[in-house]
């Protein structure tokens, strides 16, 4: 009787461990296709950070998804936050109007560059456009 019962429990404990392994292989593949998803294999636009984020002294993420709008700034509301004294507090607005996105300066101190160039009026972003904001440099991906 207390061999049946060893064995028995012997096996409930293999299976315990298998369903513990095969918890851990599902949550590591959740969590790789979770950072494929917000990379460039996305169907829609978005910003990457040019720059090595590893220059920088304050921290971001590579890709920023672009859905209908997204504000730029030193702000802790913006959808992107550069905290750098270089960028004014609410720096820049994309926004998407008629199928195509746009990008505004908000009066910003030291200005918003589109492919170096300081930009003072709503102007239409295009695939490869590099948008410069303090020393943070994105490449616009329009997908």
Do not use: C, W
């Not at 998803?37 to 090595?52: A, Q, W």
């Not at 004014?88 to 746009?102: M, P, Q, R, T, V």
């Amino acid at each position: 009787m207390f061999e049946i019962l060893s064995m028995a429990l012997k096996y409930v404990f293999i299976l315990i461990i298998y369903i513990f392994i095969i918890n851990i292989i599902r949550l590591i593949y959740l969590d790789i296709r979770s950072i494929n998803t917000d990379s460039s294999e996305t169907d829609s636009s978005y910003l990457k950070v040019i720059n090595r984020l590893d220059t920088l002294d304050f921290r971001m993420q590579e890709y920023y998804p672009l859905i209908d709008e997204l504000s730029i700034g030193r702000n802790a509301k913006n959808d992107i936050v550069i905290k750098d004294k270089v960028v004014s507090k609410n720096h820049a607005h994309i926004f998407y109007e008629d199928g195509l996105y746009f990008i505004e300066d908000l009066n910003s101190s030291n200005g918003t560059y589109l492919n170096g160039e300081q930009i003072d009026e709503i102007i239409e972003l295009r695939d490869g456009d590099r948008i410069g904001v303090g020393f943070v440099q994105f490449l616009f991906v329009n997908r």
